[in-house]
């Protein structure tokens, strides 16, 4: 290493430590309909032994970024107690916190939190006290791996008061996404919401730059935005629609491609696993021979708490009885019993029982399925245990009438739906 790199290095080093980072997960997610009405978005289970936050909290530990603050609001017991339980190995006495920041009503408005702007200005005292150069802001609810040491020395080496993390999407796509307007430096000059001619990259007029909710601030820069909109009576005191818009003409505000700072050997993999239907593929792909998602990489670990449940168990080998599973991802603690998983994702400690099949489903922790039922196409909740013969994804309209079916054809059971059935 050259005399050069090293102090490159320990330069970077330096501003890792003097970052903050906000992960806003306060949010409900109430397009993964029943999914979160006992749980905020952030803490739904995904890829077996996960749940959502450890993405971004992850991304932040291998990162270097070792300053992290979650902010809770909606339903939010299983959140924090998975983040005292699994997210509790960092040093504070080497200044290193995962630290819980619920909403408290902590300004005059006596509200709880408006937006992701006022989440974030409710908590300017306890920022401050951390005295940040920089602050990282994060949605809690994606799943990504993305080197944020690259995102943040690209913001250094631009000289910005703001840096935007974008993914490049079709212009079909970007309509439903916050759009960024760039120039040929990639300075935003413009960012809209969901418009139906979205601005192209220059260049490229195929493509354009959607906002993943990822933002890096200059501490200064923050502060003053933050108060700024804490005035205006008429902000709905959100990042993508309010405070953005506000200081692409005040300050350099730049767009980072995502690409240079995602880690993927496969591309840029990014999920918003908000509705159902992207849960659920987002959720199957993990069974696929080479999925997009890596969770075997280990340079780049996804941590998390589990409880300690013994290997995976497979009972039964008689032609008519044979307890088997192919093309799919069987967590700790689960029994297959006769069964037959297929193209499936079974969570920690979840049972399959004699001569049941399963297919293209997810089995959410601590779920059963019944003898002689046939599930396919189906996210199973947390807690539930289906009845003996309980057949889904063949009736179209009977699965509508019990349970949720989204519009591609994906049926939800929770525990609640089951009990008013009787069943």
């Not at 996960?50 to 902010?71: E, Q, T």
Request: charged share 25%; with cysteine; proline share 4%.
């Amino acid at each position: 290493m050259s005399i050069i790199e090293d102090e490159l290095r320990h330069t970077l080093a330096d501003e890792l430590r003097h970052t903050l980072a906000l992960v806003l997960a306060g949010g409900r997610g109430s397009r993964l309909k029943q999914l979160t009405e006992k749980n905020s978005k952030p803490a739904v289970p995904f890829g077996g032994k996960f749940r959502i936050i450890d993405f971004p909290l992850s991304n932040c530990v291998n990162s270097g970024i070792k300053k992290i603050a979650v902010l809770t609001q909606y339903r939010a017991h299983w959140l924090i107690l998975h983040l005292q339980r699994g997210w509790n190995f960092l040093r504070p006495a080497m200044k290193e916190f995962v630290e819980i920041w619920p909403a408290q009503q902590q300004t005059n408005k006596e509200s709880w939190y408006l937006g992701t702007a006022d989440a974030v200005s409710q908590n300017m005292e306890a920022i401050t006290y951390h005295r940040p150069r920089y602050v990282l802001i994060l949605a809690g609810d994606h799943i990504y791996k993305q080197d944020y040491a690259r995102m943040l020395a690209e913001h250094v080496d631009n000289g910005a008061d703001v840096t935007v993390s974008c993914l490049e999407v079709s212009c079909n796509e970007a309509t439903a996404f916050g759009v960024v307007d760039a120039d040929n430096d990639e300075q935003i000059i413009g960012f809209v919401e969901k418009p139906e001619d979205p601005p192209t990259i220059p260049g490229d007029p195929d493509h354009s730059f959607v906002s993943m909710g990822i933002y890096i601030f200059n501490y200064e820069i923050l502060m003053e935005a933050l108060q700024q909109d804490d005035m205006d009576a008429g902000s709905s005191h959100d990042f993508g629609k309010d405070i953005i818009p506000r200081l692409v003409t005040k300050c350099k505000v730049m767009a980072h491609r995502f690409e240079r700072s995602s880690v993927s050997e496969s591309g840029p993999y990014w999920r918003d696993v908000g509705t159902l239907d992207g849960y659920w593929e987002a959720n199957i792909d993990l069974t696929t021979i080479s999925p997009e998602l890596d969770l075997y990489d280990m340079e780049w670990p996804i941590w998390t708490y589990q409880r300690q449940y013994p290997a995976a168990k497979f009972v039964f080998n008689r032609e008519d009885r044979r307890g088997y599973a192919v093309d799919s991802l069987v967590s700790a603690g689960c029994v297959i019993s006769g069964g037959v998983v297929d193209n499936s994702l079974l969570f920690t400690d979840s049972r399959v029982n004699s001569y049941s099949q399963v297919t293209d489903s997810l089995l959410l922790p601590h779920s059963s399925v019944g003898r002689n039922s046939r599930i396919n196409k189906a996210v199973i909740g947390f807690r539930c245990h289906l009845p003996e013969g309980l057949v889904v994804g063949e009736d179209a309209e009977a699965d509508s009438e019990r349970f949720y079916r989204s519009e591609s054809g994906i049926t939800l059971i929770t525990a609640s739906m089951l009990e008013d059935l009787k069943l």
